[in-house]
């Protein structure tokens, strides 16, 4: 039996949280295109929230992720990668650049979680052909600053793709602009997450659908 609620991005990348990909999953496959589409719905929807009065409730919804059941906070990731591994390299490519040291912090944090007594630990664990990758070139703070002007041998060749467009992309943020979309991502926007012992990959919503499993107002990001 699945369980479906909707759960805000913050929340996906903060506590004892941790997913690992199933490794029957497909791998990162994204091109720049829906990379540049996610980033842009981003931007647009914090831009037009500077100009409203007061948005506490009102959130950019950018899909659906399926899970098994988390024991101990670590669960397996069925359906969803692409788009949390787009934010995932979007807040380690802000954390890399913003300018005060308590926002680095927090967003390192949810990147890795740290724990007294523990090895640090990845909020998203890829498959092992491309975790590697990602750890060096993502993960670690400062890392998105050190790209390699040439891929090394084996880089998995989608994520370098998207890496290499988000560093264009965030060239052109300015400071302010840059705070501002971290500031919307961090509050205003949620993902629908379903769990369940068998997890599937459910069917895309449509465009139209607005998710009704918590009060607030939920725009749909582009498929």
């Known amino acids: 039996m699945k369980r479906a609620n909707v759960v805000s991005v913050?929340?996906?990348?903060?506590?004892?949280?941790?997913?690992?990909?199933?490794?029957?999953?497909?791998?990162f496959h994204w091109q720049p295109a829906q990379v540049a589409q996610l980033l842009v719905d981003l931007e647009t929807s914090a831009r037009d929230s500077i100009d409203e009065e007061d948005v506490p409730e009102e959130r950019l919804y950018l899909g659906v992720i399926t899970t098994g059941r988390a024991k101990a906070g670590l669960a397996t990731l069925h359906d969803g990668r692409q788009r949390l591994?787009?934010?995932?390299?979007?807040?380690?490519f802000a954390r890399d650049r913003?300018?005060?040291?308590?926002?680095?912090n927090k967003l390192d944090r949810m990147l890795v979680?740290?724990?007294?007594?523990?090895?640090?630990?990845?909020?998203l664990r890829l498959p092992p052909e491309e975790h590697a990758w990602f750890a060096h070139f993502i993960l670690a703070p400062g890392a998105t600053k050190r790209l390699p002007a040439t891929p090394p041998p084996g880089s998995p060749r989608e994520l370098l793709l998207a890496a290499r467009f988000m560093e264009h992309a965030?060239?052109?943020?300015?400071?302010e602009e840059l705070r501002n979309?971290?500031?919307?991502?961090?509050?205003?926007?949620?993902?629908v997450r379903s769990v369940g012992e068998h997890a599937a990959p459910p069917p895309r919503p449509a465009l139209s659908v607005v998710p009704?499993?918590?009060?607030?107002?939920?725009?749909?990001?582009?498929?």
């Open 98 to 104: 913003v300018l005060a040291n308590s926002e680095r």
């Open 10 to 27: 913050r929340s996906l990348f903060s506590g004892s949280t941790r997913m690992r990909c199933a490794s029957s999953s497909r791998g």
């Open 113 to 123: 979680r740290r724990a007294f007594a523990r090895p640090p630990e990845p909020r």
């Open 170 to 175: 965030f060239a052109a943020y300015r400071p």
């Open 181 to 191: 979309i971290v500031d919307f991502l961090l509050h205003h926007t949620a993902m």
């Open 212 to 223: 009704q499993a918590s009060p607030g107002h939920y725009s749909v990001a582009a498929e």
């Open 85 to 92: 591994v787009v934010l995932t390299m979007f807040i380690a």
